[in-house]
T-cell receptor, first 117, second 113 residues
Framework: EAQVTQNPRYLITVTGKKLTVTCSQN?????MSWYRQDPGLGLRQIYY???????DKGDVPEGYKVSRKEKRNFPLILESPSPNQTSLYFC????????????????FGPGTRLTVL | QQQVKQSPQSLIVQKGGISIINCAYE??????FPWYQQFPGKGPALLIA?????SEKKEGRFTISFNKSAKQFSLHIMDSQPGDSATYFC????????????FGGGTRLMVKP
């Protein structure tokens, strides 16, 4: 089954304790991205990757890191989480970085709800 | 500031009625406008999308209307069903700027039986 998986699905942590949220896709997609979803703000892109070893900042990259060492994996790293990073996080992937058609649609994972105390 | 503004934030419609969600954008370079549907506990999923060279696109009960001069687009759900109850997001992107989606704030739709 074609899918994007994220782990963990729920995480409660404390300020300053480094954490990693993993993301994996089995569709051989080139493009992967991370979003955070906050009430009233919709989804905002954190980082994206057009291919292996190619990453770039989205709209809200502060406090986050990513890496793309393999095509299928795109982990999100919070080196020193703070309470304002409490949010619902989504990983997404698409066949290519070129938008504009349904074949390049982004497929979203199930989400990771993070609470930073 | 949000580049894509979505309204209303919440919407209650009777079964069989028409649900209408509106979005307005600022950046005239946007050239792809998808709508995503999100059920509780799930990630968003593409519902329908439109390019600015057409004014309307219909897929089943779902229709996008696009007004380029007004920089507005809307989603119409005809014959709304309880199973349509979900959060809907409009989005916009630029083809020459990669696959970076800018989302509206979302609309929580409830269809009453």
């Amino acid at each position: 089954e074609a899918q994007v998986t994220q782990n963990p699905r729920y995480l409660i942590t404390v300020t300053g304790k480094k954490l990693t949220v993993t993301c994996s896709q089995n569709m051989n997609h080139e493009y992967m991205s991370w979003y955070r979803q906050d009430p009233g703000l919709g989804l905002r892109q954190i980082y994206y990757s057009m291919n292996v070893e190619v990453t770039d900042k989205g709209d809200v990259p502060e406090g986050y890191k990513v890496s793309r060492k393999e095509k299928r994996n795109f982990p999100l790293i919070l080196e020193s989480p703070s309470p304002n990073q409490t949010s619902l996080y989504f990983c997404a992937s698409s066949r290519s970085w070129a938008s504009g058609s349904s074949t390049d649609t982004q497929y979203f994972g199930p989400g990771t709800r993070l609470t930073v105390l | 500031q949000q580049q894509v503004k979505q309204s209303p934030q919440s919407l209650i419609v009777q079964k069989g009625g028409i649900s209408i969600i509106n979005c307005a954008y600022e950046n005239t370079a946007f050239d792809y406008f998808p709508w995503y549907q999100q059920f509780p506990g799930k990630g968003p999923a593409l519902l329908i999308a439109i390019r600015p060279d057409v004014s309307e696109k219909k897929e089943g009960r779902f229709t996008i209307s696009f007004n380029k001069s007004a920089k507005q687009f809307s989603l119409h759900i005809m014959d709304s069903q309880p199973g349509d109850s979900a959060t809907y997001f409009c989005a916009a992107s630029m083809m020459n700027a990669g696959n970076m989606l800018t989302f509206g704030g979302g609309t929580r739709l409830m269809v009453k039986p």
